[in-house]
Antibody, heavy 121, light 110 residues
Framework: EVQLLESGGALVQPGGSLRLSCAASGFTFSSYAVSWVRQAPGKGLEWVSSITSSDTYYADSVKGRFTISRDNSKNTLYLQMHSLRAEDTALYYC????????????????WGQGTLVTVSS | QSALTQPASVSGSPGQSITISCTGSSSDVGAYNFVSWYQQYPGKAPKLMIFDVTNRPSGVSNRFSGSKSGNTASLTISGLQAEDEADYYCSSYTTSSTVVFGGGTKVTVL
């Protein structure tokens, strides 16, 4: 069974940094693109970033401040966040494509339960 | 990138069919057949219902179907049931190699 377990969310001051992790199991992690999607409280979904085996992609709203990375030996996805702003407050989900669509990072067939990031003084 | 445009709410009676539209541009919805639809219940993670405009993941009811014409994609729910009451989001791959979501549509079963 595919499992994605996010962690690392916390209360952080504006301008601060945080690193989120997503531990994956139940599939061959190294073979799949994986993504971060966030949802501000009471708001809609916003794509944040995706990573394949060789490339990274970012939303304009986080480019230059967030860095996505992966450690295939640990089956773990990361999101390093710097210069955090109040508008970054959200539940951050990690997600992967459905089976057989390894690099189809625009279609997210499996999601974790999310980790909450709150940016406030 | 601007979010895709969805109606804030759509409602229907049990057994009816409803359609949710998702309007983008020639840089996203109109550019590729990479439109997805997600269902989300309050406090839960989203669930993929349709991908690549018309494809249903295994386990998703065939009451859910997708289509696209030009810059507008649509999700149709046939034989509406109480359990279909949820928020629905569309998304599309874009020519900038990003993904954009719609603002979401709340479906109410009357």
């Amino acid at each position: 069974e595919v499992q994605l377990l996010e962690s690392g969310g916390a209360l952080v001051q504006p301008g601060g940094s945080l690193r989120l992790s997503c531990a994956a199991s139940g599939f061959t992690f190294s073979s799949y693109a994986v993504s971060w999607v966030r949802q501000a409280p009471g708001k809609g979904l916003e794509w944040v970033s995706s990573i394949t085996s060789s490339d990274t992609y970012y939303a304009d709203s986080v480019k230059g401040r967030f860095t996505i990375s992966r450690d295939n030996s640990k089956n773990t996805l990361y999101l390093q966040m710097h210069s955090l702003r109040a508008e970054d407050t959200a539940l951050y989900y990690c997600a992967k494509p459905p089976e057989r669509y390894n690099n189809g990072w625009s279609k997210l067939g499996h999601w974790g339960q999310g980790t909450l990031v709150t940016v406030s003084s | 990138q601007s979010a895709l445009t969805q109606p804030a709410s759509v409602s229907g009676s049990p057994g009816q069919s409803i359609t949710i539209s998702c309007t983008g541009s020639s840089s996203d919805v109109g550019a590729y057949n990479f439109v997805s639809w997600y269902q989300q219940y309050p406090g839960k993670a989203p669930k993929l219902m349709i991908f690549d405009v018309t494809n249903r993941p295994s386990g998703v009811s065939n009451r859910f179907s997708g289509s696209k014409s030009g810059n507008t994609a649509s999700l149709t729910i046939s034989g509406l049931q109480a359990e279909d009451e949820a928020d629905y989001y569309c998304s599309s791959y874009t020519t900038s190699s990003t993904v954009v979501f719609g603002g979401g549509t709340k479906v109410t079963v009357l």
